[in-house]
């Protein structure tokens, strides 16, 4: 494929030269329907922008974000450990940034959007020991970037291994051992808000890849029994809200193991999550699975590959490919999701956010402040989501789903 | 069949291992054991783990009296009620909740969808940005948020905001003047049934008028319009001969710490509904946008050429074709819509899952619950998704 070919759709349009009148006629007072709903909307616009400035900037009491914003980010993770999260943030920025350099592309965007993120969070007016490591963590993904682009073929290798590596040692790093005086163990029940939030999507979809591939192979067995079990189970979990599924895992899950057996909440939302995610994962990559021609498989079998071979090295790549897209909407909503950890009790971002809402210190502001909070962590999910769904879009182009 | 084509002397019987169809049989043996294995370790250990936590088994435990209050009930229900009453109440809300919220989700979201396509370059930009915040937080945040941060914040009965006599709101909910029936209801229930049955006439005459011409053309707004004049009609009729209107329009006024009169909607039904609505909305309006531009170009040319207004060509040309696309991914929203009004919980709403949640507090019995809660989800998403198979079918008739 010669992806650096421009395509002919992607030159713009020769340009022509539009005053600002010209462009108010046209797009906003093209007839008296137009001009109206203007002037109305307009009208609302403004006033709510008004009100809304006006309260942001004279009664609304942000003093909670800035006081809590280790909490938010990491929960009750002990203070002088935190230096853990740092080093797994750095890894990953790192890796990020190798990426980029060994294949540029998206990643580069990604890579150098993270580096603006940090390095805007950097100017921002927090300590100045966090505004030291953001720059730090900025010029790590620089570094990753020159290591990978100078030595592609070398760092190649290392990058995926690393990648592949990375969850491993971040739950390792994070969770530590009894006994060992530098690393010593924190409990999962201490981790929290942003950090939970990440680990929950990022393990749940890691979890749940494998397992939805099966389910969706399974799906379009030939054999009725196991394509009853897939087809059963994708519905039935399809059908229930994962809140159900949640409270099922909470309560359920000890009684279903053996009585010596305990398992920490964590685990509990995680296979959850895992379970649920599965079966929507599966069929995205039905749909991937559906788009690959019968040629393909025919061909395969005439070169005289096996089932198995044809499903791992023909059919699986090409579909996984197809759906790359989807599986970051997948992600998204995930994303998303993790919220519904809160009701059944673990601190993540918003059950974080519900614990700063409660604090004494805040029961002297005449209205709480329920809404500053609430509009913090929205903006903060709003910042992952919003960036993951502009990334599908670029894969979609790039990847030239559906029409390659 | 396929060693056919070899040398016969050459040909063996394939061996039992080789053959497909005896492997097949056999690995679908396989497979059934391990999950039966699997299922029969859980479930006995799910036995033993009750049996230790002295946990009931069965479904007796729905027929013993519930005790708790449900502040939000649509048939009679009291504390002294049973678990299965208060279980029913709250399949009730859930119902009302994911019908009115999936009626009011898909007007705002064709609005918001078509609006995103207007000429209006404000208009385009409102609806883009009100796409892009509500889909990319979660619902749960958003739930809370109008639930805290808005309604409950707004002012008190005393100081409600609106128009006194048609809407208030205050932090204890939405009150709304509502027809209510009076003495003289009775009468006009016959003008009723006469309105009804004139307007399928008139629908169906207009239709077999439309056929026999071979013409396109509504026939919906005749019938309604027929049936509306005829229950207007009733209704002046009825007031006239008994001096008695059949309906009074409640009006709220306020009194002092409460209102009067009205319909009122709770603040948690009101943040419910608001947050399902407006969240729900903006993926309909993705969709509505989507299905609106995989019309073909073509299409809008053309009745354009015929001299048909922007809004007749959207209405009578674009509109229906975009329908068709839209049927299947709109079933999925209106799913999702009906599963995430289980996060009332989160704002204190006694829909099905919360109502449960409490029963599985107070009877112990956890499995149980669980189990009805997963299959009245089931059955109301099995159900959905086949009225909008139905629906879709038809539309899909209209084809050539």
Redesign the interface.
């Known amino acids: 494929m010669s992806s650096t070919e421009l395509p002919v759709s992607r030159l713009k349009p020769p340009g022509s030269s539009v005053n600002a009148l010209d462009w108010l006629r046209r ?2 007072f ?1 007839g008296w329907l ?1 001009s109206l ?2 002037v109305l ?2 009208a609302l ?1 403004i006033w709510l922008l008004y009100q809304v400035l006006g309260w942001a900037f004279t009664t609304a009491v942000w003093t909670p974000i800035p006081t809590n914003l280790q909490i938010l980010m990491t929960g009750r993770y002990p203070s002088e450990q935190v230096w853990r999260v740092q080093i797994c943030l750095a890894l990953l920025l790192l890796l990020f940034g190798l990426s980029a350099g060994v294949w540029g592309g998206i990643l580069r965007s990604i890579a150098s959007g993270l580096a603006a993120g940090a390095l805007l969070l950097a100017i921002m007016p927090f300590t100045l020991q966090t505004r030291l490591v953001l720059a730090g963590l900025v010029l790590l993904v620089g570094a990753g970037f020159i290591v990978g682009s100078r030595s592609r073929h070398h760092m190649r290798r290392l990058t995926i291994a690393l990648w592949f590596a990375s969850p491993a040692i971040m739950v390792v790093l994070l969770r530590g051992f009894v006994g060992v005086p530098g690393l010593p163990y924190v409990d999962t029940g201490l981790w929290g808000g942003l950090l939970l939030t990440i680990l929950l999507a990022v393990v749940g979809i890691i979890a749940s890849f494998p397992l939805g591939v099966l389910l969706a192979l399974g799906r379009r067995s ?5 394509k009853g ?1 897939c087809v059963g189970y994708i519905e ?1 979990i ?7 599924v949640l ?2 895992a909470m ?2 899950l ?6 010596n057996v305990r398992v920490d909440n964590l685990i509990r939302v995680l296979v959850a999550i895992t379970l649920f995610s599965a079966a929507y994962l599966a069929e995205n990559v039905r749909g991937g699975l559906q788009s690959i021609p019968n040629g393909q498989v025919e061909a395969a079998r005439a070169l005289g590959l096996n089932v198995f071979q044809t499903t791992l090295l023909i059919v699986l790549p090409q579909a996984l490919r197809a759906v790359i897209p989807a599986l970051v909407g997948q992600f ?1 909503s995930l994303f ?2 993790t ?2 950890v ?2 059944v009790g673990l601190a993540e971002l ?1 059950g974080i956010a519900d614990i700063v ?1 409660e604090q004494p210190a805040w029961l002297t502001v005449p ?2 402040v ?2 500053e909070v ?2 913090f ?2 903006l903060v ?2 910042i992952f ?2 960036s993951f ?1 502009q990334i599908s879009r670029h894969l979609e182009t790039r990847l030239g789903v559906g029409t390659r | 069949m396929a060693s056919r084509g070899f040398s016969a002397e050459n040909h063996q019987p394939v061996p039992f291992y080789r053959n497909v169809k005896i492997l097949a049989v056999l690995l679908q043996i396989a497979f059934v054991l391990i999950v039966a294995l699997v299922f029969w370790t859980l479930y006995s250990n799910m036995v033993a783990g009750l049996r230790r936590a002295n946990i009931p088994l069965g479904f007796g435990f729905l027929n013993l009296t519930a005790g708790f209050a449900i502040s939000e009930t649509s048939i009679p229900y009291g504390p002294q009620n049973t678990y299965a009453r208060a279980f029913i109440v709250g399949v009730i809300n859930t119902l009302r909740i994911a019908v009115l919220g999936i009626i009011l989700a898909t007007m705002l979201g064709v609005l918001v969808g078509i609006g995103r396509l207007s000429s209006n370059w404000l208009l385009r930009t409102i609806a883009g940005t009100y796409v892009a915040i509500f889909r990319n937080t979660p619902l749960l945040v958003q739930l809370l948020f109008w639930y805290v941060a808005v309604i409950l914040k707004l002012p008190r009965v005393r100081d409600a905001v609106g128009i006194e006599g048609v809407i208030l709101a205050s932090n204890r909910g939405l009150v709304v003047a509502w027809p209510r029936a009076t003495e003289t209801y009775g009468a006009w229930v016959h003008w009723l049934v006469a309105a009804v049955v004139a307007g399928v006439a008139v629908f169906v005459a207009r239709r077999l008028q439309l056929a026999r011409r071979d013409r396109p053309g509504a026939a919906l707004p005749y019938a309604l319009l027929a049936a509306l004049l005829l229950m207007l009609i009733g209704g002046v009729v009825v007031a006239m001969t008994t001096g008695n209107s059949p309906l009074r329009i409640d009006q709220p006024t306020l009194g002092g710490f409460s209102f009067r009169g009205g319909a009122t909607l709770t603040p948690e039904f009101f943040a419910l509904l608001l947050g399902l609505v407006v969240y729900t909305a903006a993926f309909i309006a993705e969709i509505v946008r989507g299905s609106i531009q995989a019309v073909s170009k073509g299409q809008r040319e053309a009745a354009q050429a015929l001299g048909l207004s922007p809004l007749q060509t959207l209405r009578l040309v674009i509109f229906p074709q975009a329908l068709r696309i839209m049927i299947p991914p709109m079933t999925n929203q209106y799913l999702n819509l009906t599963k995430n009004s289980s996060l009332g919980i989160a704002v204190g709403f006694a829909d099905l899952f919360s109502v449960s949640y409490t029963i599985l507090n107070q009877s112990g019995a956890t499995v149980q619950v669980i189990l009805l809660v997963m299959v009245s989800y089931l059955s109301v998403s099995l159900l959905t998704s086949f009225l909008m198979n139905i629906y879709n079918s038809r539309m899909r008739l209209v084809e050539r």
Do not use: E, Q
């Not at chain 1, 399809?238 to 159900?244: A, H, K, N, Q």
């Not at chain 1, 000890?254 to 009585?259: E, I, K, R, V």
């Open positions: 797009n906003l093209n137009n709903i203007t909307l307009g616009v030939k054999l009725p029994v196991v079990f039935l399809r059908g229930v809200p994962l809140i159900t409270f099922m309560i359920m000890p009684l279903f193991l053996p009585a998204i998303k999701d919220s519904l809160a009701i918003l809402i209205h709480g329920h809404r609430l509009l962590v929205g999910y709003w989501c919003f769904a």
